[in-house]
């Protein structure tokens, strides 16, 4: 079971994804773990072929997830087609927020 936060939920809505849309790109996405979070990016090539014919899924191309370290929180979702490149060169360190 997910949680979400307000942000989440709050962004969530602005970019009209539903939970069903978050756990499609959980499911398929590409996970990165970088910056003390996981990063599920779902890009052109990790929506299947039989997926891709459908408008519902293929709109989803480019949404990023960002999960807490251990799965169980969602803090924010965003969409870039362009943004695995900079998730994947971000800082190797986890920065403590207290």
Request: positive net charge; contains cysteine; charged residues 25%.
């Amino acid at each position: 079971m997910l949680n979400f936060t307000f942000h989440a939920l709050w962004r969530m809505a602005l970019r009209g994804l539903s939970k069903a849309d978050i756990d499609y790109v959980l499911a398929n996405g590409k996970c990165h773990f970088t910056a003390g979070a996981n990063f599920y990016y779902l890009g052109k090539r990790q929506i299947p072929y039989r997926d891709s014919q459908c408008n519902q899924i293929s709109r989803l191309e480019g949404t990023v997830v960002l999960l807490s370290k251990d799965d169980s929180t969602v803090i924010t979702v965003y969409r870039n087609k362009k943004s695995f490149v900079p998730i994947r060169s971000k800082a190797k360190y986890i920065r403590a927020y207290e």
